[in-house]
């Protein structure tokens, strides 16, 4: 099986652009979630996706947001960029229940200048 | 509130040794599961090892070992004869009943050669 993909890789904004993170789970898994890593704050929960509804939001503000789509892909977006929204934004996928375990897409790297 | 802990930044082991990663816990959940991730450079989180929180057994993977002591909330990785390979981030992570990943800060593993 393809693992998770996540597109782009990699990603330079200026601040007040928005974004689109793309991400396509393994084949057969319908839960995505979505972490964003940076080296101050580290691995930090955004917002998990299962048959198209957020079951849970991390604590980020309302200018991050994220859909998923019928057949489980998912895409985040982030508006009005701030500088410190630069970071690794990962995207994992799970079978769908809370048990199982979730595998991890390459990333995008997020830069804002 | 649920935490991860992970009290070693940086770890170093001789090519071939043993070596153990600590991880604490804190949660109030009675069913909840435990994951073990590494981070190379490529920045690919890959797993490890998870335990389930119910089994008494600790989880072994080939070189890779959990000594698992749910009264004391500890989760601790031990690698046996160490690789090259294994040089990366590692992290320690609880998924709790919002399903998301709580992570520790993680550990820098280093293996000299």
């Known amino acids: 099986k393809a693992g998770v993909t996540q597109t782009p890789r990699y990603l330079i904004k200026t601040r007040g652009q928005q974004v689109t993170l793309s991400c396509s789970p393994i084949?057969?898994?319908?839960?995505v979630s979505w972490y964003q890593q940076t080296p101050g704050q580290g691995l930090q929960f955004l917002f998990e996706y299962f048959s198209e509804t957020q079951r849970n939001k991390g604590n980020f503000p309302g200018r991050f947001s994220g859909r998923q789509f019928s057949n489980s892909r998912s895409e985040m977006n982030v508006s009005t960029l701030e500088l410190g929204d630069s970071a690794l934004y990962l995207c994992?996928?799970?079978?769908?229940?809370?048990?199982?375990?979730?595998?991890f897409g390459p990333g995008t790297r997020l830069t804002v200048l | 509130a649920q935490t991860v802990t992970q009290s070693q930044p940086e770890m170093s082991v001789q090519e071939a040794e043993t070596v153990t990663l600590s991880c604490t816990y804190d949660t109030s959940e009675s069913d909840y599961y435990l994951f073990w991730y590494k981070q190379p450079p490529s920045r690919q989180m890959i797993l490890v090892i998870r335990?389930?929180?119910?089994k008494q057994q600790n989880a072994t993977e080939n070189r890779f070992s959990v000594n698992f002591q749910k009264a004391a909330k500890s989760f601790s990785l031990k690698i046996s004869d160490s690789q090259l390979g294994d040089a990366a981030m590692y992290f320690c992570?609880?998924?709790?009943?919002?399903?998301?990943?709580?992570w520790g800060a993680g550990t820098k593993l280093i293996i000299k050669p």
């Open positions: 994992a996928s799970s079978v769908a229940a809370r048990a199982d375990t979730q595998y």
């Open positions: 084949s057969g898994h319908r839960s």
């Open positions: 335990q389930e929180a119910y």
């Open positions: 992570a609880l998924m709790d009943s919002n399903y998301q990943l709580i």
